[in-house]
């Protein structure tokens, strides 16, 4: 395991310089969501993507590679094969597709709950956080402050809106341990909680928790809040679904272990199909790895797929 860390940390840390991204994949596939959205670019409010939404489909195809590799005497050559990876790996259209239409839906709210900010586009960094998640702290350190403070600095923005819990927890509990920040970190979700929407999905739904949403940075009761508001009814149970009960998909762990990560979100869905056969996920990461590892038992879907602003 130890081997493979340090072997994933290195195709990490080549993909960022590569480009710009933690996998290695095609940086227009970031903001091809954008096109004809007519979002300014830059401004002192800027939505913060992260690429996290749009890298899934490629996640989605690398894991099974990742499977094959790590552990083999490939280990050694992972750097040199992720480059490889990257140009015979392609994400499937339709998950490109449907990442894409998340996005927009997210982008479409913010703008009728009256929200006005712009987007970097091909300038925006990924946060880092995977390398932070690897253990890779000086590294993230570095890489932080040379691409994601600097390329805010450059442009003036002083509020940024995040849309995924991946990102949000180090814009709000990793990054301000070593700097000092000069701008305002808010989450989406926070901004859509008391507008009005409505259901674009009828029945009852599961809410799979995000670890760091419902524990981490107080999300629990908002994206609840948002399901409520549009009149979707949404299953709890306290051992499946309590803030403090409720388990991890895995995700997480799907470049570390993944047939680890393939276990655990079998038994979360599992579980959370005893309450619904429909799930509704807050995170790409875990949006990701149950769709991945769902084999029919149920129907994941994104909170953005499931409710609208009016």
Same mark, same amino acid.
Request: aromatic share 8%; glycine share 6%; charged share 25%.
């Given at each position: ?17 590569t480009?710009s ?10 903001t ?18 992260s ?21 083999t ?43 006005s ?17 690897l ?8 890489y932080f ?12 923005v ?12 180090v814009?709000?509990?990793?990054a ?19 507008i009005?929407v ?27 809040? #948002? ?13 499946i ?24 979100a079998?038994?979360? #869905? ?32 994104d ?6 602003a009016?």
């Open positions: 395991m130890e081997s493979w860390v340090r072997a994933l940390i290195d195709i990490v840390r080549r993909s960022l310089e480009n991204l933690p996998i290695p994949m095609d940086k227009s596939n970031c091809e969501w954008a096109r004809e959205l007519n979002i300014p670019r830059g401004g002192d409010t800027i939505i913060y993507t690429c996290m939404y749009q890298m899934a489909p490629m996640i989605n195809q690398l894991v099974p590679w990742i499977e094959k590799v790590r552990g005497p490939l280990t050694s050559l992972a750097g040199f094969l992720s480059r490889f990876a990257g140009l015979v790996i392609k994400p499937n259209r339709a998950d490109i597709d449907r990442a894409n239409n998340i996005m927009r839906s997210i982008v479409k709210a913010l703008q009728r709950a009256g929200v900010f712009g987007y970097l586009y091909e300038d925006e960094p990924y946060s880092g956080a995977l390398l932070y998640e253990g890779a702290v000086d590294q993230f350190r570095e402050e040379e691409r994601v403070l600097k390329t805010f600095e450059k442009y003036g002083r509020r940024v809106i995040t849309i995924d819990p991946h990102t949000h927890y814009l709000t509990n990793v301000p341990k070593y700097f000092k920040l000069g701008f305002e970190v808010i989450n989406y979700l926070d901004l859509l909680r008391n009005r409505k259901p674009k999905f009828s029945g009852e739904v599961v809410i799979h928790d995000s670890c760091l949403y419902a524990r981490y940075l107080g999300k629990y009761d908002v994206y609840r809040a #948002i399901l409520d508001n549009a009149g979707v009814r949404h299953v709890e149970d306290p051992l679904t309590g803030k403090d009960t409720s388990t991890c998909c895995g995700g997480p762990l799907e470049s570390l272990s993944p047939g680890l990560s393939r276990d655990i079998k038994i979360r #869905i599992q579980n959370l199909a005893r309450l619904s056969r429909t799930v509704v996920t807050v995170c790409p990461i875990c949006l990701a790895n149950l769709s991945r590892n769902a084999e029919g038992a149920v129907q994941v879907l909170i953005n797929e499931v409710v609208e009016e």
